[in-house]
């Protein structure tokens, strides 16, 4: 079983930065692939980014390829979301999720360990 608990959401104007991390309680963390992912009220859950368990490839949505960077220290069992110039349609909840063996890091039911979510709101 593995916990996952967000922290670092906030509010903050468009431009700004906001650092999200996630400490996960998994005894044998590098061995998980980590997501991160958001729901915006009224519309679905979609990914964010994803990072591979060694930390050397990292994916992200085009949405905010170029402006968020995730990250991850395995010392600490924690994964970061760095997000730079944050625009209001970046407003949501942000999900932290995990699982050992994922074939598709965009895919939502491939990860079966999530997070309560961290709230993040960007005003204009």
């Known amino acids: 079983q593995v916990q996952l608990v967000e922290s670092g959401g906030g509010l903050v104007q468009a431009g700004g930065s906001l650092r999200l991390s996630c400490a996960a309680s998994a005894r044998t963390f590098s061995f998980y692939v980590m997501g991160w992912f958001r729901q915006a009220p009224g519309k679905e859950r979609e990914f964010v980014a994803a990072i591979s368990r060694s930390g050397g490839s990292t994916f992200y949505a085009d949405s905010v390829k170029g402006r968020f960077t995730m990250s991850r220290d395995n010392t600490k069992n924690t994964v970061y979301l760095q997000m730079n110039s944050l625009k209001p349609e970046d407003t949501a909840v942000y999900y932290c999720?995990?699982?050992?063996?994922?074939?598709?890091?965009?895919?939502?039911?491939?990860?079966?360990?999530w997070g309560q979510g961290t709230q993040v709101t960007v005003s204009s």
């Open positions: 999720a995990a699982d050992r063996g994922i074939s598709d890091y965009v895919r939502q039911d491939e990860y079966g360990y």
